[in-house]
C-alpha cells in the first residue's frame, strides 16, 4: 500500500498522488497496452499511490461468454503483475467488486450532455462498426469517471486515445462541484512521450486486441520474433539498398521504447543510408525487448503455479478499495441530498 513520503520542505509526511488506471480483461495484454499504459503503471507504483482497475463493468459493452468472463479477469491480473506492478505498493482490484462505481455512474449520467458523448470518437469508432448501438456503449466514458473520481485520482496513466476521456471526466468533476459543492480533483492523463501510440504488426493502425495486430508481452519468443520478423517498416523502403526514413517505420518506433540511445542513434543514421537491412534491425531490436520481456515470462509461470496469490492480491486490493470508495460515496450521498433513515 502506499506509505507517506517526506516532504523536502518541510519534513512533514506528505501524501503521495494519487492515480488510478482500468483496463478491460478482454483477451491478452500487448506490446502497446505495455509501452503506452503499464510500463507507467509498474513506475508509478513507487512515485505515486497507484489504484489499477481491471474494468469487468466496461467488459460488459461488448459482446462476451459469461462463463469465460471470470478467468479472463484473474488472466489480466496475473498479466499485470507478471509485468512487474508491485502489489505491495499499488493496489490491484477487479472493479466490480466494488459496486458502488454504479451507483455514481448513475449520479454522474444525470450532469453528463449527451452532446458531449456523442462527440467521443471511441464512441463513434466502435457505434460505427455495430448495426444497434447499446446505451452501455454510450455512457461507457462516465462509468470511467467514476472510476477515477470515486478514488480522488488525480493522474490517469493511460495511453493517447484515452486522453478524451479524462478530459470529459475532468468536465465531469466541474459539474458535479459546481452543482453541489467542491467534492472531486479534476484530473489529469499521464501519457508516456513515446509510447503513448503503438502501431500494429501492420505498421498503420493502433496496436489492438480488436485488430489483431498484437505481439502479446507473454508471447513465447519465437512465436514473437516471427511476428517481429514479419512485421511491416518503412513501406518506401522495398530493397536492402534502398535508404530507409527511422520516422516513418513502427520498428524504430520500438527501438526507441526498448533500446538504449546508443543503439537507437546507430540505427537511425544506419537506416538512412542502407547501413543497415530491416532484418538485422529486427534482429537488435528483439534482443533489447526480449530482455525485458523474458523476467515477465517467468514471473508469469511462478504465478500460474500460485493462482492463490493473485486471488489473495486482488482480494486484499479490493478492500482497499473499497474503503475509499465508501467514503467518497458518503459524501456524494449527503451533498446530492438523498433520504437518510
Ligand atoms: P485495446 O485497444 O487493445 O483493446 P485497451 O483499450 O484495453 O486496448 O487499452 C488499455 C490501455 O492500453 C489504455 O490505457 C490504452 O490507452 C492503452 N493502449 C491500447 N493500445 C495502445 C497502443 N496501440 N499504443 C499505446 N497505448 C495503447
Ligand atoms: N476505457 C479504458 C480503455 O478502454 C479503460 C478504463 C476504464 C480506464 N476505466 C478507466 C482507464 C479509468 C483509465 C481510468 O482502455
Redesign the pocket.
Known sequence: MAEATISPDTQAPARRVRAL?G??P??EL?L??Y????RNWVTMCHSHEMFTCIVDYHALTSPLEPERLAGQTFEMALAILAAGFDPQEGTLFVQSQIPEVAELTWIFVTLTPMGELERMTQFKDKASRQTSVLAGLFIYPVLQAADILIYQAQAV??????VQHVELTREIARKFNLAFGETFPEPEAVVPAL??????LDGKA?????LGN?ISLLEPPTQAWEKLRTAVTDPARLRRSDPGDPSKCNIFTLHQNFSPQATTQMIDSECRRAGIGCVDCKKLLFTHMDAELAPMRERAAKLRAQPQQVREILEHGAQHARQVARATMAEVREKVGFYRP
Open positions: 488506471t483496463i478491460q478482454s483477451g500487448h502497446g497496452n509501452l503506452g499504459a503499464v496513466p493511460v495511453g493517447e486515445d484515452q509510447g503513448g501510440r503503438i502501431r500494429g493502433k496496436m489492438s486486441k480488436s498484437t
